[in-house]
């Protein structure tokens, strides 16, 4: 078959737009999907990267908070030195109240998880409001010390003396 010049022509332009139209359907689609889909992934990461980057923000204000509450908790020296250091705290409070300690008796350290316990367990005498105030210093900053129980009993009918069993706990990180 011999085709005329005007075939050949336009069987040319037709064999360009079929192959212009093949690589549109077949290239430049299926591009267009993978290049949203990347950019959709781009926005996905970098929302997570922001996120992220805030997280790592407040975590540098968490971390100097926990390394002053690390500093408080921290054991800095052996544990026959923390608990002389422990009943010469627990001694000072109790003369700035006036109160009488009648027995001392320091427990071994336990090591607990994390963390050392020194228990030590009292006996004082003195009034209702005495050994209150004399608890309450003891649990608060700058002591911290857990009160693990407490018993009061009556020291003498006719005074308002009490006498007060009281064990003591502070847990250190060593």
Same mark, same amino acid.
């Given at each position: 078959?011999?085709?005329?010049?005007?075939?050949?022509? %336009? $069987?040319?332009?037709?064999?360009?737009?079929?192959?212009?139209?093949?690589? @549109?359907? =077949?290239?430049? %689609?299926? =591009?267009?999907?993978?290049?949203? +889909?990347? !950019?959709?992934?781009?926005?996905?990461?970098?929302?997570?990267?922001? +996120?992220?980057?805030?997280?790592?923000?407040? #975590?540098? =204000?968490?971390?100097?908070?926990?390394?002053? *509450?690390?500093?408080? $908790?921290?054991?800095?020296?052996?544990?026959?030195?923390?608990? #002389?250091?422990?009943?010469?705290? *627990?001694?000072?409070?109790?003369?700035?109240?006036? &109160?009488?300690?009648?027995?001392?008796?320091?427990?071994?350290?336990? /090591?607990?998880? $994390?963390?050392?316990?020194?228990?030590?367990?009292?006996? *004082? !005498?003195?009034?209702?409001?005495? *050994?209150?105030? $004399?608890? @309450?210093?003891?649990?608060?900053?700058?002591?911290? =010390?857990?009160?693990? +129980?407490?018993?009061?009993?009556?020291?003498? &009918? /006719?005074?308002?003396?009490?006498?007060?069993?009281?064990?003591?706990?502070?847990?250190? &990180?060593?």
């Amino acid at each position: 078959m011999n085709f005329s010049n005007r075939e050949k022509k %336009i $069987f040319l332009v037709a064999l360009f737009f079929v192959f212009s139209y093949g690589i @549109y359907l =077949f290239g430049y %689609i299926p =591009f267009q999907g993978k290049a949203q +889909e990347l !950019d959709a992934d781009i926005k996905k990461a970098e929302k997570q990267l922001r +996120e992220n980057y805030r997280l790592i923000r407040k #975590s540098s =204000f968490f971390n100097r908070d926990f390394k002053d *509450i690390l500093e408080v $908790f921290s054991q800095k020296a052996s544990d026959e030195e923390v608990m #002389s250091s422990i009943l010469t705290e *627990i001694e000072a409070v109790a003369s700035k109240i006036e &109160i009488d300690i009648s027995d001392k008796k320091p427990q071994k350290p336990r /090591r607990v998880n $994390f963390y050392n316990k020194f228990t030590i367990s009292l006996s *004082i !005498d003195g009034d209702l409001s005495k *050994i209150m105030e $004399f608890v @309450y210093i003891l649990q608060n900053s700058p002591y911290l =010390f857990e009160i693990d +129980e407490l018993t009061l009993s009556i020291k003498s &009918i /006719r005074k308002q003396d009490l006498v007060c069993r009281v064990i003591l706990s502070k847990s250190l &990180i060593p």
